[in-house]
T-cell receptor, first 110, second 115 residues
Framework: GNSVTQMEGPVTLSEEAFLTINCTYT??????LFWYVQYPGEGLQLLLK?????DKGSNKGFEATYRKETTSFHLEKGSVQVSDSAVYFC?????????FGAGTTVTVRA | KAGVTQTPRYLIKTRGQQVTLSCSPI?????VSWYQQTPGQGLQFLFE???????NKGNFPGRFSGRQFSNSRSEMNVSTLELGDSALYLC??????????????FGEGSRLTVL
């Protein structure tokens, strides 16, 4: 079946540091891939998505590229802010549902 | 445009009781999905409804059930509660359903504690 593996956290960074969260997937075919973010006390919000190989999703300074050859969709941001502190989930769409990774907690210190 | 609304936000039940959670999707959205979020298992898919029909169901026991009404509002019910049912239950709506776009809009969740 479909599955998503994310790098384990928690991740603690200083403001303006570079952030990478690794995500790899197992799926049949070429699923759409997503990054969702959950801020404290809130539900999940779609951060970015990519629907086919080599697509790059981007939003709020975050980027992720759909790599078919490595079955990966790593999330990156060049300069994080305190407001980026949240839990980040990688997900893929298949079989009429989203399959999520375990989530990575990111804390950015001022 | 109002977002996805879930009620109640917090509730405490005891083992053996049942609980009903409600979800009002974004206006115009016809699909509602439910997910259970726990620290140990993460986010797990419960079921998805589209135009009052259950389109997909996750690997949960029959104690977990749901339905969708003609106005797209959805409810999920858990009967004979167990301690392990303590979780954040998230509802998500979409215009056409997960199978088409995969873009879901989530509510803030209903946090259930079973004592």
């Amino acid at each position: 079946g479909n599955s998503v593996t994310q790098m384990e956290g928690p991740v603690t960074l200083s403001e303006e540091a570079f952030l990478t969260i690794n995500c790899t997937y197992t799926a049949t075919g070429y699923p759409s891939l997503f990054w969702y973010v959950q801020y404290p006390g809130e539900g999940l919000q779609l951060l970015l998505k990519a629907t086919k190989a080599d697509d790059k999703g981007s939003n709020k300074g975050f980027e992720a590229t759909y790599r078919k050859e490595t079955t990966s969709f790593h999330l990156e941001k060049g300069s994080v802010q305190v407001s980026d502190s949240a839990v980040y989930f990688c997900a893929l769409r298949g079989d009429y549902k989203l399959s999520f990774g375990a989530g990575t907690t990111v804390t950015v210190r001022a | 445009k109002a977002g996805v609304t879930q009620t109640p936000r917090y509730l405490i039940k005891t083992r053996g009781q049942q609980v009903t959670l409600s979800c009002s999707p974004i206006s115009g959205h016809r699909s509602v999905s439910w997910y259970q979020q726990t620290p140990g298992q993460g986010l797990q898919f419960l079921f998805e409804y589209f135009s009052e029909t259950q389109r997909n169901k996750g690997n949960f026991p029959g104690r977990f059930s749901g339905r969708q009404f003609s106005n797209s509002r959805s409810e999920m019910n858990v009967s004979t509660l167990e301690l392990g049912d303590s979780a954040l239950y998230l509802c998500a709506s979409s215009l056409t359903g997960t199978g088409i776009t995969g873009e879901l809009f989530f509510g803030e969740g209903s946090r259930l504690t079973v004592l």
